[in-house]
């Protein structure tokens, strides 16, 4: 079957910086998304991978390995707006998204 | 105008009701998607809707009757709903294959 891994919920500092890995089994890989999605909001797109390696947006960077099966999300400077759940989804060989549940951050003062 | 606009964004309902959740798309996009999404699990696919033709029916009860009369809207109709289906529907919409979606905010449905 297919299947995505990611922590149900991490706590972190204002300023510090957190690293939430995501790990996957599925049918083909043709790509991983990082979608952010703030309580009672829309799920919006942080990050697409399809090559290993890191990718570099602002304070957010993604990483991919394909033969690993794993990617993370790194958040730098963390602020308080950047409470919120982090979804994780990888698009199949059939095109289609498979998801993670998510993983609630929660960054205290 | 938002890229995606659902309404209601809250709804409770009886189990012997009918009412129906709406979805617009502004962005011109050929694809729209019906999500279920329940506390601490992963997205679940409903429907999917490809230049208004339903390309995708994921063994979804009866009891979620979708409607796509053109490539901007999405309908979602309800009837003799159970409690277990209550949870938040995301409307999406994308164009192509990109994986990319565009969301909506949501209709959070409570069954009584």
């Known amino acids: 079957g297919q299947n995505i891994d990611q922590p149900t919920e991490m706590t972190a500092t204002e300023g510090a910086i957190v690293q939430i890995n995501c790990t996957y089994q599925?049918?083909?890989?043709?790509?991983l998304f990082w979608y952010q999605q703030h309580a009672g909001e829309a799920p919006t797109f942080l990050s697409y991978?399809?090559l290993d390696g890191l990718e570099e947006k602002g304070r957010f960077s993604s990483f991919l390995s394909r033969s690993k099966g794993y990617s993370y999300l790194l958040l730098k400077e963390l602020q308080m707006k950047d409470s919120a759940s982090y979804l994780c989804?990888?698009?199949?060989?059939?095109?289609?998204?498979?998801w993670g549940a998510g993983t609630k951050l929660i960054i205290k003062p | 105008e938002t890229g995606v606009t659902q309404t209601p964004r809250h709804l409770v309902m009886g189990m012997t009701n009918k009412k129906s959740l709406k979805c617009e798309q502004h962005l011109g996009h050929n694809a729209m998607y019906w999500y279920k999404q329940s506390a601490k699990k992963p997205l679940e696919l409903m429907f999917v809707?490809?230049?208004?033709?339903?390309?995708e029916n994921n063994s979804v009860p009866s009891r979620f009757s979708p409607e796509c009369p053109n490539s901007s809207h999405l309908f979602l109709h309800l009837h003799t709903l159970q409690p277990e289906d209550s949870a938040l529907y995301l409307c999406?919409?994308?164009?192509?294959?990109?994986?990319?979606?565009?969301f909506g905010e949501g209709s959070r449905l409570t069954v009584l």
């Open positions: 999406a919409s994308t164009q192509g294959d990109t994986g990319e979606l565009f």
């Open positions: 809707y490809n230049f208004k033709e339903q390309t």
């Open positions: 599925t049918s083909g890989f043709n790509g």
């Open positions: 989804a990888v698009l199949d060989s059939n095109y289609q998204l498979i």
């Open positions: 991978n399809v």
